[in-house]
């Protein structure tokens, strides 16, 4: 929404689902493939779409699927074409929603089973700043030399594993994705940027964390689909959640 539109009140959920999914090794990317009668990405939407907090989502598809969007798409989403890496799509759906919304959620269109409960949380806590999902580490965690060999053990306690939706006021993401300077921009290491929170550890820019969810896995090869569908067909997630 333009600058000059109406008072920015609410929240805002941005979908980045523009990926190829390469790791997935299917002919088509992991968030349009069915997963148990739904594509995943219409699972991941459908949360925020109905959540009570989320006054707009946003889903950022390839150029060409944006050209054409899928049917399935829920009614009052709005489409925009994403870019070369994720943070290059991320930014597309914070310029969509520029000046319209007072907090903004940003989510993997591949963690089809996020609950209204995290996205809860996520908006609760995104209204004093930029917060993130996070469950521990349960596994050992080793880091290896070039060759594989075990350079040490790294203590487990203090490490997160870091899911999305991830919250932040608009303002601040506005900031970190320097939507008003494409020049700037351009000068990130957009490649390296896996997740939002990052660009605002770039800044100095404290995040806050909240409870992950287990259940809130992303599917990034097949055996996480398969992961996925077992856990509808065991009645672990609700096929109708
Ligand atoms: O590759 P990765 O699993 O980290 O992607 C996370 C999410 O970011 C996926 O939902 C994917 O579709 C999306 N993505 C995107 N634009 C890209 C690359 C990834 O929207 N250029």
């Known amino acids: 929404m333009p600058a000059e539109g109406p008072a920015a009140v609410g929240v805002g959920a941005v979908v980045v689902a523009a990926g190829?999914?390469?790791r997935f090794g299917a002919p088509q990317p992991k968030q349009f493939v069915d997963l148990c009668g739904m594509p995943?990405?219409?699972?991941?939407?459908?949360?925020?779409?109905?959540?009570?907090?989320?006054?707009?989502v946003v889903v950022v598809l390839s150029p060409s699927r944006a050209a054409s969007p899928?049917?399935?798409?829920?009614?009052?989403?709005?489409?925009?074409?994403?870019?070369?890496?994720?943070?290059?799509?991320?930014?597309?759906?914070?310029?969509?929603?520029?000046?319209?919304?007072?907090t903004v959620l940003v989510h993997?269109?591949?963690?089809?089973?996020?609950?209204?409960?995290?996205?809860?949380?996520?908006?609760?806590g995104a209204r004093a700043g930029p917060v993130v999902p996070v469950v521990a580490v349960e596994d050992t965690v080793k880091r290896v030399d070039e060759g594989g060999w075990i350079e040490g053990t790294v203590p487990r306690e203090r490490l997160r594993r870091v899911q999305t939706p991830q919250g932040f006021p608009a303002r601040v993401?506005?900031?970190?994705?320097?939507?008003?300077?494409?020049?700037?921009?351009?000068?990130?290491?957009?490649?390296?940027?896996?997740?939002?929170?990052?660009?605002?550890?770039?800044?100095?820019?404290?995040?806050?964390?909240?409870?992950?969810?287990?259940?809130?896995l992303k599917i990034t090869t097949a055996e996480d689909l398969a992961l996925a569908r077992a856990m509808v067909e065991t009645g672990l997630i609700a096929a109708g959640n």
């Open 20 to 22: 190829q999914g390469h």
């Open 40 to 56: 995943v990405l219409a699972w991941s939407l459908r949360t925020l779409v109905n959540h009570p907090d989320v006054d707009r």
């Open 70 to 102: 899928p049917a399935w798409l829920p009614d009052g989403v709005l489409v925009v074409p994403g870019g070369v890496f994720r943070a290059d799509s991320v930014r597309a759906g914070v310029e969509a929603l520029a000046g319209g919304v007072e």
């Open 108 to 124: 993997d269109g591949a963690r089809p089973f996020v609950s209204a409960a995290l996205v809860s949380r996520v908006v609760d």
């Open 173 to 216: 993401l506005n900031r970190t994705h320097a939507i008003d300077d494409a020049g700037t921009w351009e000068a990130q290491d957009a490649g390296a940027v896996t997740d939002d929170a990052l660009l605002c550890e770039r800044l100095g820019i404290d995040v806050a964390t909240v409870e992950g969810d287990p259940a809130n």
